[in-house]
Nanobody, 124 residues
Framework: QVQLVESGGGLVQAGGSLSLSCAAS????????MGWFRQAPGKEREIVAA????????YYADSVKGRFTISSQNAKNAVYLQMNSLKPEDTGVYYC?????????????????WGQGTQVTVSS
């Protein structure tokens, strides 16, 4: 079993930055792929970014390319999401997820463990 806890959400003005963290516990973290998802009110949960077990292979949704950066530190059992140039449409609950495989994972149903989420609100 893996437990994931997100932190770092909050309220920010458009154009600002936020940094999200996800701490994992329970099993060896270094063999897992990780991802960040978000869910806006009334919308389906969507992938934002993903990273493989080594941290060397990443994926970004088109809507966040060039603005968000995903990274990981296996030694600390942590994954991060640096969000710059935030827009009101980035508002939502952001979830950290973990997949029991080494390669990068994009599909939502391929993830095995989820955090409780952290709210990100971007005001215009």
């Amino acid at each position: 079993q893996v437990q994931l806890v997100e932190s770092g959400g909050g309220l920010v003005q458009a154009g600002g930055s936020l940094s999200l963290s996800c701490a994992a516990s329970g099993r060896t973290f270094s063999n897992y792929a990780m991802g960040w998802f978000r869910q806006a009110p009334g919308k389906e949960r969507e992938i934002v970014a993903a990273i493989d077990w080594s941290g060397g292979n990443t994926y970004y949704a088109d809507s966040v390319k060039g603005r968000f950066t995903i990274s990981s530190q296996n030694a600390k059992n942590a994954v991060y999401l640096q969000m710059n140039s935030l827009k009101p449409e980035d508002t939502g609950v952001y979830y950290c997820a973990c997949a029991a495989r080494r390669s990068r994972v994009v599909g939502i149903y391929e993830y095995d463990y989820w955090g409780q989420g952290t709210q990100v609100t971007v005001s215009s």
